[in-house]
């Protein structure tokens, strides 16, 4: 992938980091912040420090290509002075990652967190808590239903599956491919006019690019005939056989259809009911198990949380009312 695209995926990730949130340096372990984020560069400060450092795009692009571009791990003792932060921030891209005990940066198949980035927990009150916000669009429910057909049934092997089953994924399959067509025509529309060059535009997940189809639709037949006649070339040279003629003429004459046409049948299947009381029957029950997860989840890390403050407290007390002599 171009170092655009995996440019932009790392400024996503940077506005995902909380205001306090702290980096590390991977050799010399040295504690910086952001300061801001910008297109073509990234400001920290390190900790008990005014200064702010310019980390510019051109230097990401530089390391990002060592990285990529040689079969061997990039050793961190290569980087130039103060150039360590600029590792530290390319770790927080999803395919690339430190490994402190080898003292390397490398892509990685498995993305994983970056171990050099910080945020601490604060404890938030639990009316203040976002909660789940389901998008109101049809393709939102059905993609629900076929991911929970998907892990109900086995559809790495098809053959042993029963009729039923297999009636049900080709509905949800048929539902989500409507949708998604037409959610995807909705963005195409209006990324077109967001595009403005033939360059593509590079997202997290793949790219886009504005292009060109050309189409083209004969004027009418007196005035194409004309024309070609001007220039020499006889009517019956481009002029064919109308169906919808022929048509007509099959109802008049005692000819058949096959002496006329060459016709191949095939068979298929197609969608002919959705029992949509059904469908939204289990959209609501995957719905309250969603919601009963979210719940369970939230409590187990509130209780994490009272449980860490709760050792936080003991170690400051201990610490506070100590004596040596």
Known sequence: MPFSGTWHTILDELDEVPPDGTFRTPLSDKLFRL??????????????????????????????????DSPQP??????????????????????????????????????????????????????SKPTREEPDIPLYSDSLLLIDALERYDPTDLETMETAELVNLYTLCSDVQRNADDLRQQVRSLLLDRLHHDQPVYGQYGSVQ????????????????????????????????????VDEALEVTDLSESDLYEIDESQYVRKADVDEEQKQSRLQGLKDQLAAADSTEA????????????????LTSFKSGASFE
């Open 210 to 245: 504005r292009t060109r189809r050309r189409n083209r639709t004969l004027k009418d037949d007196e005035t194409v005939l004309e024309l070609l006649e001007d220039q020499g070339i006889d009517r019956e040279r481009v002029t064919t056989v109308d169906t919808s003629k």
């Open 74 to 127: 990039f050793d961190l003792d290569r980087l130039p002075t103060d150039a360590e932060p600029y590792a530290t921030i390319l770790s927080i891209h999803p395919l690339f990652e430190i490994d402190p005990r080898d003292g390397v940066l490398k892509p990685t198949d498995s993305p994983t967190p970056s171990s050099f980035v910080d945020a601490d927990l604060t404890v938030e009150p639990q009316d």
């Open 299 to 314: 409590e187990e890390l509130q209780a994490e949380i009272e449980d860490l403050e709760a050792r936080i407290d003991e």
């Open 35 to 68: 300061e801001d984020v910008q297109e073509h560069r990234v400001l920290i400060a390190y900790h008990e420090q005014e200064t702010t450092i310019p980390l510019k795009r051109e230097q990401f692009e530089t390391l990002y290509e060592r990285v990529s």
